[in-house]
């Protein structure tokens, strides 16, 4: 051969070494994995192009790079996997964490195998990586789903079990047993398994729903009472479902979950509600419960008495303004707003409730918030009493304490009024007894008898006077009836032509002809005499007398009016002694201030008053106000 065929065959060796290196480089870059070749020196001599986009890397960076200066990390345990690898031993796959860009975990699978030159020489390793971040995360998941399904199941009381049909063999596990208060060692065929049920329902109910599965392929879920090893009485839910295969019955697979706190619970709570609305049902008060938008969720059965149901039915769900008037049903709204919103409590409250029916019930009610676990009011709790009577019965005794007021005052007054003129007359008659004793001469004598004479008939007109006071004030069961008022006046006129005429007086009635009153007739007879006579008595000396009377409406009375022209009377002056006994006003020698007191008594004996207007030398006007109601 000679020296240029050498030279040329050297020449493509060399050549085809080129191609060759050229070629494992882009196989490499094509590699599907993350693949990086390192030599002895842990440098990165050739890596896939799926390397250098898995971990962010650019190409100026990586080659002839230390694989631990990349990851920026010095890992002994890394380091002796390799070195192992570079005497031929590859390692077992392991797995790291790697933060990406974001700074979040991504995991890694690692593979370590020796590299191998042509000659079969060790000259470094070749480093896979997977990405298995996606499969790590469904792992970590599944593993604390597992846990928390433990914790729960342990928690919660709730056991898994099964029945092998080719054993005939159950299997329990460790939260089934401790339910069943069993060692580890038991041997559970079915009949065992069934055996641990109460007898009668729970047993019956069991070993059917068994035979429902196992025949009919039908699941189940019961609430039934077990008996366990050492004897207690537990309820449980128990649920299964049979296993096939091929249509063909394999076994059954269950849980039972022991709920005998929470029955027991639900017992005593019940029990409570049953004491608790006993006792609110037989409350002698008002309670309901209102949500926030004042429905009532609550009633008790005195509430539902007085909305005038048979049952809580026909109440709840609704609000006031179902029952009440629209202006009563919004100031209970608007005071449930603001127990609501301020947390305030309103207690002993006095509330008058109107029904759509027009009837009045006066209560004394509290209302309460109720608030959940954060403070926040869900509604509140009414409470109500009934104190209508008690307001009648209140009214009643301020109304007799008023009378008796009243009568008191009047007695004081009567008793001043007897006393003092009883003194004067006394005084007087002793005064002329020791004047007529003393005197010599019979014309003076009988000068004093004549005065002894006139003493005696005023004694006998102030007793009179005083008798009818008296009668007044006793006469308060006179049954009053109706009268022709017109008429009465009329007649009362008639009574006093002659007087009338005598001074030249005008009486004009001015009342309806069919106008009727409730009186005591006796009494208005005086009354009109008394008023149309004074109205007479005191006249204006510059003109005739006129008396206009007439009658109108107001309220719950019949007024009668007596207008004169006369003398009028200075009520500043005099405005509250008017009515006083022996109160005279006028110079007039017929004066005796009693007709004005007797007229007053008599008008309040049938319950009605007297007012009265008045100008000097003007005239006056007496309303007389007559009850209608009692």
Not at 211 to 239: C, D, F, P, R, Y
Not at 570 to 588: C, E, I, P, R
Request: charge should be neutral.
């Amino acid at each position: 051969m000679s020296y240029n065929h050498i030279t040329l065959v050297g020449k493509y060796d060399k050549m085809l070494k080129k191609d060759l290196k050229l070629t494992n480089n882009y196989l490499i870059k094509q590699l599907p994995k993350a693949t990086a070749f390192i030599n002895k020196k842990y440098e990165v001599i050739h890596a896939s192009d799926q390397w250098i986009n898995s971990f962010y890397f650019d190409n100026n960076d990586v080659f002839g790079k230390s694989i631990f200066t990349l990851f920026n990390e010095n890992n002994k345990d890394w380091k002796i996997i390799l070195k192992n690898c570079f005497i031929g031993q590859p390692s077992e796959l392991f797995t790291t964490k790697i933060k990406d860009q974001n700074n979040n975990n991504q995991w890694f699978e690692w593979s370590n195998i020796p590299w191998y030159d042509d000659n079969e020489n060790v000259i470094g390793a070749i480093i896979q990586a997977e990405n298995i971040t996606s499969r790590t995360i469904d792992e970590l998941r599944l593993k604390k789903l597992e846990t928390i399904l433990q914790e729960k199941s342990e928690i919660a009381k709730i056991g898994t079990w099964g029945f092998d049909a080719t054993t005939q063999k159950g299997n329990w596990c460790n939260i089934t047993k401790e339910i069943h208060e069993i060692t580890d060692d038991i041997d559970l065929p079915l009949d065992t398994m069934i055996n641990f049920y109460k007898d009668g329902f729970s047993r019956n109910r069991i070993s059917m729903a068994i035979h429902n599965a196992m025949m009919k392929g039908v699941s189940w879920s019961e609430k039934l009472q077990i008996t366990t090893a050492n004897g207690a009485t537990k309820w449980v839910v128990s649920t299964g479902k049979p296993i096939y295969k091929n249509d063909e019955f394999q076994g059954l697979l269950g849980t039972i979950h022991d709920i005998d706190n929470q029955v027991h619970s639900k017992i005593k709570t019940k029990e409570n509600e049953h004491l608790l609305k006993t006792l609110i049902d037989n409350l002698p008060l008002n309670v309901y419960i209102k949500d926030t938008e004042s429905r009532k969720i609550l009633v008790n059965k005195a509430e539902c008495e007085y909305m005038g149901v048979n049952s809580p039915d026909e109440i709840l769900g609704k609000d006031d303004f179902d029952f009440f008037q629209k202006e009563v049903a919004q100031n209970f709204r608007k005071e449930d707003i603001g127990v609501i919103k301020s947390l305030k409590p309103v207690l002993g409250k006095e509330t008058i409730s109107i029904k759509k029916d027009g009837s009045t019930t006066t209560f004394l009610t509290s209302k309460i918030p109720l608030t959940d676990n954060n403070g926040d009011a869900y509604g509140i709790v009414g409470i109500s009493t009934d104190i209508t009577h008690l307001k009648q019965k209140e009214e009643e005794l301020r109304d007799l304490i008023n009378v008796t007021s009243l009568q008191n005052k009047k007695l004081i007054n009567f008793a001043h009024i007897v006393s003092h003129n009883l003194r004067s007359h006394t005084a007087n008659f002793s005064m002329l007894l020791d004047f007529l004793v003393n005197e010599k001469e019979e014309t003076e004598k009988e000068s004093i008898l004549n005065m002894l004479r006139n003493a005696s008939d005023n004694l006998l007109d102030t007793l009179d006077n005083l008798n009818e006071v008296v009668a007044i004030s006793s006469n308060t069961n006179l049954d009053k009836t109706p009268i022709n008022l017109n008429g009465k006046v009329e007649s009362v006129k008639q009574n006093l032509s002659a007087y009338i005429k005598k001074n030249n007086a005008t009486l004009i009635n001015e009342i309806p002809k069919n106008a009727e009153i409730k009186v005591i007739p006796a009494y208005v007879d005086s009354i009109f005499m008394n008023f149309i006579t004074n109205s007479v008595k005191y006249k204006n000396p510059d003109k005739d007398p006129v008396i206009k009377i007439s009658m109108s409406k107001k309220d719950n009375y019949s007024v009668v009016s007596i207008t004169d022209n006369g003398l009028g009377i200075d009520l500043k002056k005099y405005g509250n002694k008017l009515f006083g006994m022996y109160k005279t006003f006028h110079k007039h020698k017929d004066s005796r201030g009693i007709g004005l007191y007797i007229t007053k008594n008599q008008v309040e004996a049938m319950n009605g008053k007297i007012t009265v207007s008045s100008k000097v030398n003007k005239g006056t006007t007496f309303n007389i106000y007559f009850n209608e109601e009692d």
